[in-house]
Nanobody, 122 residues
Framework: QVRVVESGGGLVQVGGSLRLTCTVS????????MGWFRQAPGKQREFVAT????????EYAGSVKGRFTVFNDDAENTVVLQMNSLKPEDTAIYYC???????????????WGQGTQVTVSS
C-alpha cells in the first residue's frame, strides 16, 4: 500500500506565495516520478507540474511557468511545489500523484493524495 499526502495549502492574497509538500510512504519499491494537478470548482482536473524521480527533469503548465517551481527535497524525502506570484485563477484543490514517468496525463499516475485547498483572494 502506497500513501500520498499533500500539505501546505491555505489562504493567501494575490501576489503572495505558498509552498505545498507531498510525501509518499508505504510499500515503496522505487522512487516515483511525481505530478501536481489542480481542480477548480466546476472545472476539470488540470496538469500543473511534474518532476522525474531523479529530479533532473521537470515540466510545467504554461499558466504557471515562471511562477511555480517543483523540486525534490531529499533531506525531507518530500516533493515541493513552490508557488509564487499567486493569482485568483490559481485557486483550486491541488493534488499530488506518484507514477513511473514524469508525464502530463493524470491517468498515467498510480497513486493520488486527497488534495489540499489553495485559495488566492483579491
Amino acid at each position: 500500500q502506497v500513501r500520498v499526502v499533500e500539505s501546505g495549502g491555505g489562504l493567501v492574497q494575490v501576489g503572495g506565495s505558498l509552498r505545498l509538500t507531498c510525501t509518499v510512504s508505504g510499500n515503496i519499491v522505487a522512487r516515483y516520478a511525481m505530478g501536481w494537478f489542480r481542480q477548480a470548482p466546476g472545472k476539470q482536473r488540470e496538469f500543473v507540474a511534474t518532476i522525474s524521480s531523479s529530479g533532473g527533469y521537470t515540466e510545467y503548465a504554461g499558466s504557471v511557468k515562471g511562477r511555480f517551481t517543483v523540486f525534490n527535497d531529499d533531506a525531507e524525502n518530500t516533493v515541493v511545489l513552490q508557488m509564487n506570484s499567486l493569482k485568483p485563477e490559481d485557486t483550486a484543490i491541488y493534488y499530488c500523484a506518484a507514477g513511473i514517468l514524469p508525464v502530463l496525463g493524470a491517468s498515467q499516475y498510480d497513486y493520488w493524495g486527497q488534495g489540499t485547498q489553495v485559495t488566492v483572494s483579491s
